[in-house]
């Protein structure tokens, strides 16, 4: 079995103790998404910002263990100010990484175009050898995709674009 | 095999107020199980999952693979010896049951897939043909997802109302106000022991109010049966469901308790082969119960080894479990709380005749999540979740708990396990 100090990362925990946007935004205008995890009981809550296609906002609520609020946490610094298509590739790539058939190269050059950097998340990958926590490195990004694809988002300039 | 390998001893410590119960050698029960012998990572495994599913001994197993190469058949419908040989088995596991529960005839035994199963039979095929919308069912804050969820859709679909019976500060039913809320009911359905809290509650008193009311009394005894011995009768109850996976029994296989002249009255549940006495183009008549509520080909396998596992609880005498589990509750109350003092917050009663071996609690500001990954490293099995009782873990302010349960072949050394474990767990989050 992997020792726990591949799943438990610095990094991991510095985000865990001290969470990145936690709270709430208005809404409307921001769209509101909840996403739960059946197993554990975790719940989390995504307030997302968008202004002409672009991520000009994003609050985390909810809560859940180390891994799901790390995860909630770096995934909302890495979208701030961002795009939407970039956040969606982005959200593709991390999600890449969770998986345990992995075709990394594929997915981590999704997109063509300008990328974001994992940065911080690669942090997370010493999730996927712990298979039964990748749900909670993942719950946010499923939350966020979900909240993306309200249609009250301010979305009509990406899909133009 | 049954614990005709186990030593019976009288105790000699005594309990305060009781005689000395029987008990039963701990590690000879324990040495009846296969798995509890095999290792992860060379280590031994500390199994404290019990009230999710417990593990199965030598003897289930063995049943099953015997009947399985000497005697398999389908049942109840082909004239050939080897039928008949299985139909009897299949039969002989149910008169087992219904002895182990004390039912009054082996008829108002019903095997379901699973107690849940049992409680949707109770909730959709009783509750359809009884319940008319304004009809109120009453359930308690700590109950399983099984025995709220069918309500709810019964709810959905009826208009019926769900009154809930609240807890105590320490996690007993708060019958206070039971008169009030019984009254005018159309069903009382509670559990006899929570799986989260391991309260077990007053099923005898529950009953009552609920047949002076004039309702069912349907009882949730999914975690007190593997636990408890249990006399449905003498609990005065129309409807018990329970569980084999959770006594040493296989998974696939459970059972619905009811009065005979309620199933009688019951109208089927799913529809198909087995469950009918005739059928015609223009409709169908239904067998009697039990035969009513088993549609298809059952678990035959499963219900032999149901039986055999029955006969294995009985070997080891359900007292001696009681005795065992409330000894082995006691010593991990007392090293948890010695070894961590205010840094555990354990739920529910404190009070030993109150409790089963089930302890759900928190960890210093451990997510439970993170409690069982650290826990794992040490080959220690717990739950950590909501237990499939959201109700109960918004009244406790939680998302989730860490669980750890209790069975017969558990002793001192997995509490140690559990607490050695807990012991470093908090350093690795530096909280």
Not at chain 1, 1 to 22: A, K
């Amino acid at each position: 079995m992997p020792g726990l100090e591949d799943l438990y990362r610095e990094i991991i925990l510095d985000h865990y103790r001290t969470p990145r946007n936690r709270g709430e935004l208005p809404a409307p205008p921001a769209v509101v998404a909840q996403g739960h995890n059946p197993l554990c009981g975790d719940e989390i809550t995504i307030y997302l910002q968008v202004d002409d296609g672009v991520v000009s906002d994003v609050k985390v609520g909810g809560q859940g263990c180390s891994i799901s609020q790390s995860s909630a946490s770096m995934m909302s610094q890495a979208v701030m100010g961002h795009r939407v298509d970039e956040v969606r590739a982005l959200v593709r790539r991390f999600k890449g990484m969770m998986t345990i058939e992995t075709d990394d190269d594929a997915s981590l050059t999704d997109g063509g175009g300008q990328q974001l950097e994992l940065g911080d998340l690669e942090a997370l990958q010493g999730v996927v050898k712990f298979p039964v926590r990748i749900k909670c490195a993942t719950l946010a990004w499923n939350t966020l995709l979900d909240a993306l694809d309200r249609p009250s988002a301010d979305l009509d300039h990406v899909v133009r674009a | 095999m049954t614990a005709a390998t186990a030593t019976t001893v009288r105790s000699s410590g005594g309990t305060p107020g009781a005689e000395s119960p029987v008990r039963f050698d701990n590690a000879a029960v324990k040495a009846q199980f296969p798995l509890l012998a095999t290792t992860i990572d060379g280590a031994p495994i500390h199994y404290l999952d019990s009230a999710n599913s417990s593990q199965k001994p030598r003897a289930v197993i063995d049943a099953m693979t015997r009947f399985t190469e000497t005697t398999y058949a389908p049942i109840n419908r082909s004239a050939y010896r080897l039928a008949a040989e299985a139909t009897d088995a299949y039969e002989r596991a149910r008169t087992k049951v219904a002895g182990f529960v004390n039912a009054a005839c082996a008829d108002e035994i019903v095997f379901t897939k699973n107690a849940t199963e049992a409680m949707n039979i109770v909730a959709q095929a009783w509750g359809r043909a009884n319940l008319v919308g304004g009809d109120a069912v009453v359930l308690s804050h700590m109950e399983h997802h099984a025995n709220i969820v069918p309500w709810h859709m019964l709810a959905a679909e009826r208009g019926i109302e769900l009154r809930w019976i609240p807890l105590t500060a320490d996690g007993r039913l708060d019958l206070t106000d039971l008169d009030r809320l019984v009254e005018g009911a159309k069903v009382v359905s509670v559990t006899a022991m929570s799986n989260v809290l391991g309260t077990l509650t007053p099923v005898r008193e529950l009953c009552a109010a609920a047949h002076d009311a004039g309702a069912l009394a349907v009882v949730d005894a999914c975690q007190y049966v593997p636990h408890n011995a249990t006399d449905v009768q003498a609990w005065g109850a129309d409807f018990a469901a329970f569980s084999s996976h959770k006594m040493c029994g296989p998974s696939g296989i459970g059972a619905l308790w009811g009065r005979a002249n309620l199933l009688e009255a019951t109208p089927p549940f799913l529809g198909g082969g087995n469950m009918i006495a005739d059928v015609r183009l223009d409709g169908f008549t239904p067998a009697p119960a039990p035969a009513k509520f088993e549609a298809g080909t059952p678990p035959i396998i499963e219900a032999v080894g149901f039986g055999a596992a029955v006969d294995f609880m009985t070997g080891l005498g359900m007292d001696a479990v009681r005795a065992h589990e409330i000894e082995l509750t006691r010593y991990a109350l007392d090293t948890l709380a010695s070894r961590f003092g205010d840094d555990i917050v354990i739920h529910g009663p404190t009070d030993l005749d109150a409790r089963g071996g089930v302890l759900s609690f928190a960890f210093r500001d451990l997510h439970p999540h993170d409690v069982s990954q650290v826990l794992d490293q040490h080959n220690v099995c717990i739950r950590a979740g909501h237990h499939c009782a959201k109700p109960l873990m918004k009244l406790l302010g939680v998302a989730a708990t860490a669980r750890a349960s209790f069975y017969v072949y558990n002793d001192r050394d997995d509490v140690d396990a559990l607490a050695d474990a807990l012991d470093g767990a908090s350093d690795i989050f530096g909280i």
